[in-house]
């Protein structure tokens, strides 16, 4: 399954974890949802942010199928869009990018018009309008506020969030977050960009539950697949 192919990256809305439930893709997304939910049993774990160290590692393809997923589990899942300079969650669902987070943080939206439901059960938060003052609503306190009421409400939220080494936002928005999933793209992502990603993320103290390798090469038959581990500061 080359979940990763030009084709498939083109159609957010396409997820492997439901088209292709037995698939080797699937099975190896299962097992990171295992593994989060082990890392996540005192439920410390909300709010998960998913970050790379550089575009195009796969962070929203990933987050589509984990959403699916634990929602098949039974768990209430909010996913949110805080790539607020290149945006795709509304294409996963194929919404329209208006009345979003943006609108609702500048007041033109409630909150009941700001999240939304999928088909497959999983509410979702797309960015809405492009603005310039991107630092501004990453730090404001009406969005701490927000995710604060959110946690109330969901067993997991999940941060669509640019990376780390191009712009700060990724580093912004950290300090909501409960925990990071970081995105390494195999073949893409240079060691020292990566140590110095973790290391900027480490610096708000939000711990990095695991690693998530994507695109990676795993047999001769050109399949392309996750693995996952644990990533540990010792």
């Known amino acids: 399954m080359k979940l990763f192919s030009k084709k498939i990256e083109s159609n957010y ?32 774990y ?26 098949t589990r039974g768990k209430k899942v909010l996913v949110v869009d805080l790539d607020l300079r290149r945006p795709k969650v509304n294409r996963i669902y194929s919404a329209i990018n208006k009345d979003g987070l943006t609108d609702y943080l500048l007041g033109k939206i409630d909150k009941k018009t700001l999240i939304r439901k999928s088909e497959d059960n999983i509410d979702y938060i797309i960015s809405g309008e492009k603005t310039s003052s991107i630092v501004q609503i990453l730090e404001s306190q009406k969005l701490k506020d927000l995710f604060e009421d959110l946690k109330h ?35 893409q992502g240079k ?8 290391s900027s993320l480490t610096r708000n103290n939000v711990p990095i539950i695991g690693l998530c390798m994507t695109q990676d090469k795993v047999t001769k038959g050109k399949k392309y697949g996750y693995t996952y581990k644990y990533y540990s500061n010792d």
Do not use: C, W
Request: no cysteine.
């Open 46 to 71: 909300k709010v998960v942010q998913f970050t790379s160290s550089m575009q195009s590692e796969g962070k929203t393809t990933l987050i589509s199928n984990v959403a699916y997923l634990l929602a």
């Open 13 to 44: 809305s396409y997820l492997v974890a439901k088209e292709a439930p037995t698939s080797f893709v699937t099975e190896q997304l299962q097992k990171m949802i295992v593994n989060l939910e082990y890392a996540n049993v005192d439920g410390q």
């Open 153 to 187: 409400d969901y067993d997991y939220i999940l941060l669509d969030t640019p990376p780390v080494i191009v712009v700060s936002d990724a580093l912004l928005i950290n300090r909501i977050a409960d925990g990071v999933i970081f995105i390494i793209a195999h073949g």
């Open 191 to 198: 060691k020292s960009m990566v140590k110095e990603a973790i």
